[in-house]
């Protein structure tokens, strides 16, 4: 259900998100939205269904600043 619902749903998002951003030069090239959809999932899932909590402003925050840019950037 969560798969169907909300990842399948989302699948390719990041792709026109990263490839926008590297046009602007906001991102090198060649960050890959695969391994940014799965590192956001995985961390999504394990916050709410290992947790228990609930996704909030400053873990959104945390999740691209500390985790997705630096990603992106290496």
Excluded: C, W, Y
Excluded at 40 to 61: K, P, T
Excluded at 63 to 74: A, C, F, K, S, Y
């Amino acid at each position: 259900l969560v798969r169907t619902q909300v990842l399948d749903s989302k699948k390719g998002e990041f792709n026109g998100i990263i490839e926008r951003a590297t046009r602007r030069g906001e991102l090198p090239e060649g960050g890959s939205a695969e391994l940014v959809e799965e590192v956001i999932s995985a961390l999504l899932i394990n916050r709410m269904v290992i947790h228990g909590l609930s996704i909030d402003e400053e873990f959104s925050i945390h999740v691209v600043d500390d985790i997705v840019l630096p990603l992106l950037h290496r």
